[in-house]
T-cell receptor, first 113, second 118 residues
Framework: ETGVTQSPTHLIKTRGQQVTLRCSSQ?????VSWYQQALGQGPQFIFQ???????GRGNFPPRFSGLQFPNYSSELNVNALELDDSALYLC????????????FGPGTRLLVL | AQSVSQHNHHVILSEAASLELGCNYS??????LFWYVQYPGQHLQLLLK??????LVKGIKGFEAEFIKSKFSFNLRKPSVQWSDTAEYFC????????????????FGQGTILTVHP
């Protein structure tokens, strides 16, 4: 069974640029959630995708957007990067239902200069 | 809005000591509760989870947690820690949506770093 994978592992961008992060969900899962983890903090929920639609969003501005594809993989796009966007971006996959349990990938470390 | 509070930022123990990490949440409805662990250089892994039923749940590597609804708490325990338990531990909560499924959002605590000395 393949776990959650993310690419790239590390990324350096400059302020104002745009970035796309990718996530492949675990086999049998149909839902992908994205989180931002700043240094020394717990992960913060960005949004979740289920059936290719956004299924809940945290307190993040519209320049954070996403997609889910028919194979349940997902992308996180961030436009107009700011220095504070530097963080570890985590993807988690799950099977939608009452006992939904999210399994996390290794993350993408983004540095904005 | 739901929130999660972990009482200790950094806990230092010697091997064989007992461990209890506190977690309290604020949400008035039905919740699902989780503990995740992040070992050095590794990604977040599920340690244990509670959905319903017996409030004492057992997880991997000898960890257990007790859900006390009246105290809005879900404390993590281990009778005897090992050096390999050195890691950061996160408590997380998600709320039940009307109709029985869960909201997708996991709300995490700020994490507790556990250092175990051999």
């Amino acid at each position: 069974e393949t776990g959650v994978t993310q690419s790239p592992t590390h990324l350096i961008k400059t302020r104002g640029q745009q970035v796309t992060l990718r996530c492949s969900s675990q086999s049998g899962h149909n839902t992908v959630s994205w989180y931002q983890q700043a240094l020394g903090q717990g992960p913060q929920f960005i949004f979740q995708y289920y059936r290719e639609e956004e299924n809940g969003r945290g307190n993040f501005p519209p320049r954070f957007s996403g997609l889910q594809f028919p194979n349940y993989s997902s992308e996180l796009n961030v436009n107009a990067l700011e220095l504070d966007d530097s963080a570890l971006y985590l993807c988690a996959s799950s099977y939608k239902g009452w006992e939904e349990t999210q399994y996390f990938g290794p993350g993408t470390r983004l540095l904005v200069l | 809005a739901q929130s999660v509070s972990q009482h200790n930022h950094h806990v230092i123990l010697s091997e064989a000591a007992s461990l209890e990490l506190g977690c309290n949440y604020s949400y008035g409805g039905t919740v699902n509760l989780f503990w995740y662990v992040q070992y050095p250089g590794q990604h977040l892994q599920l340690l244990l989870k509670y959905f319903s039923g017996d409030p004492l749940v057992k997880g991997i590597k000898g960890f257990e947690a007790e859900f006390i609804k009246s105290k809005f708490s879900f404390n993590l325990r281990k009778p005897s820690v090992q050096w390999s338990d050195t890691a950061e531990y996160f408590c997380a909560v998600n709320a039940e949506r009307a109709g029985g499924t869960s909201y997708g959002k996991l709300t995490f605590g700020q994490g507790t770093i556990l250092t175990v000395h051999p």
